[in-house]
């Protein structure tokens, strides 16, 4: 395609790729948010949403549960086939007196998927540790644990939901704080990360 | 009157063994206010899901039984004020090794039993 400078519109056509000299073309040049959503290279961020919170659950249910300590959503639409990295941070109490140790699961629900983590295991669990294995001190402990995962979602709008659950029997456990305070003691920092990625 | 919840927490694991629900916030203030935090499972939907209803005329867990477990369970204070003021096991040991057990007894479990005494 030949040069064509066109001087009724003040537009020039035909320029091949790089054939415009290094270092022409700077950033004061480009428009501002000139660079969409969808020029930037997979792997980018495009978005962050971050919610943390401060208050308390807890529950002994051992189906996934909603907590109602996190609802987040980003600010903007996610971009079809783009993908979410999603950190969870959260901190566990729980009720063992006396007994042998119980598992906790966290996972995080979408409000139009579901599940997001994995359908038994969540995104991160476990439980409180002590210097006294699983005796009556566990009650006062305080576990604070993490886990992410990165997924494609399949709305645009996606919703975020922070859900517990035991893996056994039946004993509670605590969400932002330790189970047995004796004091106000609430921990809180539940919180979750949300990227959207260019895929 | 304001609760904290581990007393409330406490208090329905005396009253609903084997039974599971949720309990949400830090405090509960009265009647009124449990019966917004107090969830009761009454089932698990197709994507597992828990099912629970907050209705007390569904659940049939009334405020005034969890107020007196609630009793029962600050009769039982001290125990967690006394075990949470002694010192670390291997101390103790320690101090018996080189002091006996009348001195153990006098100087680091009486005064503690005397600060929180059983109500």
């Not at chain 1, 598992?103 to 439980?127: E, F, K, P, V």
């Not at chain 2, 005034?64 to 369970?73: F, N, P, R, T």
Request: glycine share 8%.
């Amino acid at each position: 395609m030949a040069l064509t400078l066109n001087g009724s519109n003040n537009t020039i056509a035909g320029v091949a790729v790089g054939g415009l000299p290094d270092g022409i073309v700077d950033t004061d040049m480009l428009a501002a948010e000139a660079v969409t959503k969808t020029k930037q290279a997979p792997g980018s961020v495009v978005q962050v949403a971050i919610h943390t919170d401060h208050g308390e659950d807890s529950g002994n249910e051992t189906s996934w549960t909603q907590t109602g300590r996190i609802d987040l959503s980003f600010a903007n639409s996610v971009t079809s086939g783009n993908k979410v990295l999603l950190t969870l941070h959260v901190g566990i109490g729980e009720a063992y007196d006396s007994s042998w140790a119980q598992h906790g699961l966290l996972t995080i629900y979408c409000a139009t998927q579901g599940n997001i983590g994995d359908s038994s295991l969540g995104i991160c669990g476990g439980w409180v540790s002590g210097n006294t294995s699983a005796g009556s001190d566990m009650q006062y402990g305080y576990q604070r644990m993490s886990g992410s995962l990165l997924y494609t979602p399949t709305t645009t709008t996606p919703r975020y939901y922070l859900y517990r659950k035991r893996i056994d029997t039946a004993f509670v456990m605590v969400v932002g704080s330790a189970k047995h305070t004796h004091a106000n003691y609430n921990s809180g920092n539940t919180t979750l990360v949300a990227m959207e990625i260019t895929a | 009157m304001t609760y904290r919840n581990w007393k409330v927490r406490d208090a329905l694991e005396l009253l609903l063994v084997d039974k599971e629900y949720s309990l949400r916030d830090s405090e509960t203030k009265d009647e009124a206010d449990f019966y917004s935090k107090f969830w009761y499972k009454t089932g698990v939907n197709e994507s597992g899901e828990t099912v629970s209803t907050n209705d007390p005329n569904v659940h049939k867990v009334l405020w005034s039984d969890v107020l007196v477990k609630i009793k029962e369970v600050e009769a039982k204070e001290y125990q967690h004020d006394r075990k949470r003021s002694y010192p670390d096991m291997g101390v103790q040991l320690d101090y018996i090794y080189h002091n006996g057990i009348e001195k153990w007894k006098t100087d680091i479990v009486d005064p503690i039993k005397a600060k929180y005494p059983k109500s």
